[in-house]
């Protein structure tokens, strides 16, 4: 439940209180001295507005002479944790785990709140939602929505801020930066005395029922709305108001006329905009971490340096691998393709003993290179730039090459060692012995990994934290900003709480990526400590009926923690969809990563589909993990995967309501390998002026064509019901009319998808 405070408000306390007693002063009979509307007693508060309202309100005072109103709700202070104010506001959402744990979302991105707002009997309220940044300062004000009156519940999409696509290093970012941090979300509830009033008074006219009280009391409630601070009106609509409080005091004219001044659609735009807001009671304040850039929004690219650039001897036959040098070309694909971020695996020297040999034998040939993961040789650890890679010197100029591109590098740290790792021999504490004194190596059995030995953190583990944070600093003044964490559920959720601190108290741009698939709990725990972002099991949703299950969860208050990277293959993961279905399948798991999630990512080779498994196993056959890679990037063009990949970032970039976690709707096909959802954001977030909605329909089957009928319930998003919509296709720039009902056609061998924007 969340608590009731004192928060700042447009009506401060002593407002609501001028305005109690200045309601109490005019309840007398109508035989009785003339008096004003309280309204206007309590306006002559504000001396520097009483000169001016005065004159606007003298003629509507004439006609309210005489009148006298209820006294409106007051705001009472709730001054205590757990006290309530006038009005009812409990459970809102996201809430707080235990309040320590703020729900994340990235600068700029649109999200949502919701909660119950209420109040006794049948009394009307609204609701109101305020943001404000890590100074206090109001950022942004929105009208709550009633979603379903039974249970009370409200909400409104909002944001902390505006979304930009600095990085760290750039010109600008410093102001970036000054906006991140624990911001607020207020929800003030508050009695809305025209809606109240409008719903008697319509059925009092009707059948002709107490109909001067009625609408006397009407016209006292409009004079005391156009005097009312809270309400921001300007002149025009102030004076507005007070002609219609005097049209529909005015007993000489019929009640359908006098009711007609106040219900009326230009009375019904400002109770919209500028309502009159009685008993504001403000809500306990939720936080909400605003994050940098790329927490949420961004396209990942992984390659291998050392397949990046690798040729053939024509001599030898053997390969030459490649390098950092090399791995430029890498660079400029990334970029060439729109993604953001260039993701490389471990780059450290790779031991010798018990290396594995090709597709993960366990007895490594003379020319195998070893495991990347396989980490630490006589010639150094995690610490150390491999010299077949060549010198930090090399990965230094990589990263200022991916700078000037834009492009941001991630560097994976396993935190595992092989058994030549100098910490093997300097630190023998930090790896588990079995009984006859040798070193455990890992296992997550049937699978063994006999090149690797695993850390025990019991004996040492602030020493192990103290390294760890050691060498990460180090690639972090190299260059890298995010880290991409390999297995961290592996390890103790308590060692990345106080690594992650540390590291991003001297470093808070820094960024990190769980590589997790395990219990819900254990990543609920590991986003708590500071993992922006992690991997997910997209890669197994692959039927209509998965997907519709799984994109709502990774869309929706999941997403305000577990910020999940949609991949369609990875070095480890080659399932059975990508492997069945060729060019199609791989263009289908591309729209459905790019636009099911903000954040997604491809592992090269993707573009060749590389889709051939190792018999028995969800992962290629010929694994990079375990050998160099030699490709002909010529090829890529004939499949036209590549270019896919460089539309859809293309699209991502340009639709504000790509960037959000929080605004995806599954939409209803009668095709059972026909999915459709779409994504909106509202017009006040999107940054442009304008409402920006994409609807995706995907064919899921890659060898057969399906036509299917795709329910759009306009009203739930926010879109236009009289009128056909006009719809683009972002992939083929195509337009077509829809409406609530609507015909698609997807084949293969010609669209396997339509991404609409709604003009």
């Given at each position: 439940m969340a608590v009731q405070h004192s928060a700042d408000s447009r009506t401060s306390e002593t407002d609501s209180l001028e305005a109690t007693k200045a309601a109490q002063t005019t309840k007398v009979s109508k035989s009785s001295k003339a008096v004003k509307s309280k309204a206007t007693s309590r306006s002559k508060t504000t001396k520097t507005t009483r000169k001016r309202v005065d004159a606007e309100t003298a003629r509507a005072n004439a006609a309210l002479k005489g009148l006298t109103g209820e006294a409106p709700a007051p705001s009472i202070p709730a001054d205590e944790p757990g006290q309530f104010g006038r009005i009812n506001v409990m459970d809102i959402t996201p809430g707080e785990e235990r309040g320590i744990y703020p729900a994340r979302v990235e600068l700029g991105e649109p999200f949502k709140v919701t909660a119950q707002v209420f109040i006794e009997g049948r009394t009307k309220v609204g609701a109101t939602a305020i943001v404000r940044n890590a100074r206090g300062k109001e950022t942004l004000?929105?009208?709550?929505?009633?979603?379903?009156?039974?249970?009370?519940?409200?909400?409104?999409?909002?944001?902390?801020?505006?979304?930009?696509?600095?990085?760290?290093?750039?010109?600008?970012?410093?102001?970036?930066?000054?906006?991140?941090?624990?911001?607020?979300?207020?929800?003030?509830?508050?009695?809305?005395t025209y809606k109240s009033w409008l719903h008697d008074a319509r059925i009092k006219v009707k059948v002709q029922d107490d109909v001067d009280n009625a609408l006397n009391s009407g016209a006292e409630l409009l004079a005391r709305w156009a005097v009312t601070p809270d309400a921001g009106l300007p002149a025009r609509e102030r004076k507005a108001l007070q002609q219609a409080a005097e049209t529909m005091a005015d007993e000489s004219l019929s009640a359908e006329d006098r009711l007609a001044a106040g219900d009326n659609p230009h009375i019904a735009a400002l109770h919209e905009t500028n309502p009159l807001r009685d008993g504001i009671s403000p809500s306990q304040p939720q936080c909400f971490k605003v994050e940098r850039p790329k927490s949420s929004f961004a396209a990942w690219y992984q390659f291998f340096p050392r397949s990046e650039g690798a040729t053939i001897d024509p001599n030898t036959g053997k390969i030459i691998q490649g390098t950092l040098k090399?791995?430029?070309?890498?660079?400029?694909?990334?970029?060439?393709?729109?993604?953001?971020?260039?993701?490389?695996?471990?780059?450290?020297?790779?031991?010798?003993?018990?290396?594995?040999?090709?597709?993960?034998?366990?007895?490594?040939?003379?020319?195998?290179?070893?495991?990347?993961?396989?980490?630490?040789s006589e010639l150094g650890g995690h610490d150390t730039v491999d010299p077949l890679l060549g010198t930090m010197d090399d990965f230094k100029a990589l990263t200022a090459r991916a700078h000037e591109l834009g492009l941001e590098i991630a560097l994976d740290f396993a935190l595992q060692c092989s058994p030549d790792h100098p910490w093997v021999k300097q630190h023998p504490d930090w790896f588990r012995h079995k009984p006859d004194g040798t070193i455990a190596f890992a296992e997550n059995p049937p699978k063994k990994y006999q090149d690797i030995y695993p850390i025990d953190f019991n004996a040492d583990m602030p020493g192990i934290e103290k390294e760890v944070e050691r060498v990460l600093n180090l690639w972090i003044d190299a260059g890298v900003t995010i880290f991409r964490i390999d297995n961290p559920h592996t390890k103790p959720v308590r060692f990345w709480q106080d690594v992650i601190a540390a590291v991003t108290k001297k470093h808070p741009e820094i960024l990190f990526l769980a590589e997790a698939f395990t219990r819900p709990g254990m990543m609920r725990a590991l986003s708590y400590v500071g993992f922006t972002q992690s991997h997910c099991y997209f890669p197994w949703r692959n039927t209509k009926e998965e997907l519709e299950e799984y994109l709502p969860v990774t869309n929706g208050d999941d997403g305000y923690y577990q910020h999940n990277t949609f991949w369609p293959t990875t070095p480890d993961i080659l399932t059975a969809y990508v492997r069945d279905n060729g060019i199609a399948g791989h263009c289908v798991r591309a729209v459905l990563a790019a636009m099911g999630s903000p954040s997604w990512g491809i592992y090269n080779g993707f573009e060749l589909i590389e889709n051939k498994q190792r018999p028995g196993f969800e992962e290629q056959i010929d694994n990079e993990k375990y050998e160099v890679k030699v490709r002909d990037w010529s090829k890529a063009a004939r499949y036209g995967v590549a270019k896919m990949l460089t539309s859809l970032n293309k699209i991502r970039r340009a639709h504000p309501a790509a960037l959000s976690y929080h605004n995806l709707t599954v939409l209803p096909t009668s095709d059972p390998n026909i999915l459709a959802f779409a994504r909106h954001t509202p017009a006040e977030l999107t940054g442009t002026g304008q409402a920006d909605t994409l609807i995706v329909v995907v064919n899921l089957d890659g060898h057969n064509a399906h036509q299917s009928m795709v329910h759009v319930d306009l009203d739930k998003l926010g879109l236009p019901t009289d009128r056909p919509l006009t719809v683009r296709d972002e992939l083929t720039g195509r337009e077509f009319q829809w409406g609530w009902d609507n015909y698609v056609s997807l084949a293969p061998w010609a669209d396997v998808a339509h991404i609409l924007s709604v003009q």
């Open positions: 004000r929105r009208a709550m929505t009633c979603t379903n009156p039974g249970l009370d519940r409200w909400e409104v999409t909002l944001k902390c801020g505006e979304h930009s696509d600095l990085k760290p290093w750039e010109d600008g970012y410093a102001a970036v930066k000054r906006q991140l941090g624990e911001w607020t979300v207020t929800i003030e509830g508050w009695e809305d090399t791995s430029i070309a890498g660079l400029e694909r990334a970029k060439a393709e729109g993604f953001d971020i260039v993701y490389l695996p471990p780059i450290f020297p790779i031991g010798v003993t018990n290396r594995k040999g090709r597709n993960n034998s366990l007895v490594a040939g003379p020319d195998d290179p070893g495991s990347p993961f396989g980490i630490g």
